[in-house]
């Protein structure tokens, strides 16, 4: 039965190496997981391009997978393909002093307005704004942010977003780039 989100793939004519989804990572044909799923009667698909196998993994759903190939062949994806997968995927944040804030953030459209829109408004209230500021990761748990902790987080996406789309802009101009780290430590 095929599922996308535990699958193979042999991509182009590589006869060496498969990338697994679940394990967001290229594996050797003779990798014992990968052997045993072959002999439960599995098959791997068989796909032309990294491009082409980056769009059938985000139509699934599987946003950090299709990170991962970017990561993996960066060469061999087009520059909004890696810009979407960077989005898709999220940002993971650590939190000097404060763990229970740890988590990976979404960063998509919808979110990135709404993380402007609330820096905006604590920046406006000048620090007289009481409470906490609550806002889910992409596991759906709330975090509860002071005012001064979340405009920090808003900041550090405010310059990951920045890099993504400079380093999207220098793919475009015809330079290699690489994607920033999509991991920050927040102090």
Not at 97 to 104: K, N, T
Not at 119 to 148: M, P, T, Y
Request: overall charge negative; hydrophobic content about 50%.
């Amino acid at each position: 039965m095929y599922r996308p989100e535990d699958c193979y793939w042999t991509v182009g004519d590589n006869a060496a190496q498969v990338f697994s989804s679940a394990r967001r990572a290229l594996v050797a044909v003779g990798d014992q997981t990968y052997t045993a799923w072959l002999a439960d009667g599995n098959a791997p698909s068989r796909i032309a391009s990294w491009a082409e196998l980056h769009d059938v993994i985000m139509s699934a759903g599987l946003a950090a997978a299709a990170h991962a190939i970017v990561a993996l062949k960066p060469d061999d994806v087009t520059p909004q393909q890696a810009l979407d997968a960077a989005f898709a995927a999220g940002l993971a944040a650590a939190f000097a002093g404060a763990p229970e804030l740890d988590g990976v953030y979404p960063i998509d459209a919808e979110n990135r307005s709404r993380i402007a829109a609330i820096a905006a408004s604590l920046r406006a209230a000048k620090g007289k704004r009481d409470g906490a500021v609550g806002f889910r990761d992409v596991a759906g748990e709330i975090h509860a942010f002071s005012g001064r902790q979340f405009l920090d987080f808003a900041a550090a996406v405010e310059s990951y977003v920045f890099a993504l789309y400079t380093a999207e802009a220098t793919r475009l101009a015809g330079h290699g780039a690489d994607m920033p780290n999509p991991a920050v430590t927040i102090l």
